[in-house]
């Protein structure tokens, strides 16, 4: 499974981006697909992760402001980020669990007035 992630950028405060990831490969093997990010100097975290039944997991810190979702197909995962915050500022990783675990080259996503 090859991942390829897209939409980050710069915003200010308040604002939104949309990232996109898509699966190419072995598809037909993934189950949950998700996002990571990580920040300067520290660990990696979960940000959201869409299962292949539908349920959705989301941190705390961006619960009510991000949404994801995905195509039928699960080929395609999607992160809207609205009411963007400084502490969003952050690598984003997308992430899929099949046969093993997959992910995409990390895109940046700076917030900053």
């Known amino acids: 499974v090859q991942l390829q992630a897209s939409g980050g950028g710069l915003v200010q405060p308040g604002g939104s981006l949309r990232l996109s990831c898509a699966a190419s490969?072995?598809?037909?093997?993934?189950?949950?697909m998700g996002w990571y990010r990580q920040a300067p100097g520290k660990q990696r975290e979960l940000v959201a992760v869409i299962n292949s039944d539908g349920t959705i997991y989301y941190a705390d810190s961006v619960k009510g402001r991000f949404t994801i979702s995905r195509t039928s197909a699960k080929n395609t995962v999607w992160l809207q980020m609205d009411t963007l915050k400084p502490e969003d500022t952050a690598v984003y990783y997308c992430?899929?669990?099949?046969?093993?675990?997959?992910w995409g080259r990390g895109t940046l996503v700076t917030v900053s007035s």
């Open positions: 490969g072995s598809i037909f093997s993934i189950g949950s």
């Open positions: 992430n899929a669990e099949g046969y093993g675990s997959y």
